[in-house]
């Protein structure tokens, strides 16, 4: 699966990006998608995950309740949708694929890896 992502950018404390990650390929396998992040000397991180039939997404702790997951599955494509950004949100947002339904934290879980969007919040 090639993912394509997009909508990064610099934005003031307190606002909101909204990314998207355009997946093409083996789509017509049940795909479940995901978000991680990397800032600058720090491990690449879970951020949110969402299940094949868009009914099932996990988040970890630092966003829950500031961004979501979701996805327009005839146009192959996921979104995250950041509000109330915090500088500590600055890293490099990767999309994710996980050739299987269920979705999931975990990184080695995924299979193909979009290119990374930066996104950079001021404070």
């Known amino acids: 699966v090639q993912l394509q ?3 990064g950018g610099l934005v003031q404390a307190g606002g909101s990006l909204r990314l998207s990650c355009v997946a093409s390929g083996r ?3 049940p795909l479940s998608m995901g978000w991680f992040r990397q800032a600058p000397g720090k491990e690449r991180e879970f951020v949110a ?3 094949w039939s868009g009914d099932g997404t996990i988040y970890a ?3 829950k309740d500031r961004f979501t997951i979701s996805r327009d599955g005839p146009v192959n494509t996921v979104y995250l949708q950041m ?3 915090k500088p500590d949100d600055t890293a490099v947002y990767y999309c994710a694929a996980d050739l299987n339904p ?3 934290m975990i990184l080695d879980d995924y299979d193909d890896w979009g290119q990374g969007s930066q996104v950079t919040v001021s404070s």
């Open 5 to 7: 992502a997009s909508g």
């Open 27 to 29: 789509t017509f396998s």
């Open 49 to 51: 995950a969402i299940n």
């Open 61 to 63: 702790d630092s966003v």
């Open 83 to 85: 509000n109330s950004l």
């Open 102 to 104: 269920i979705a999931t």
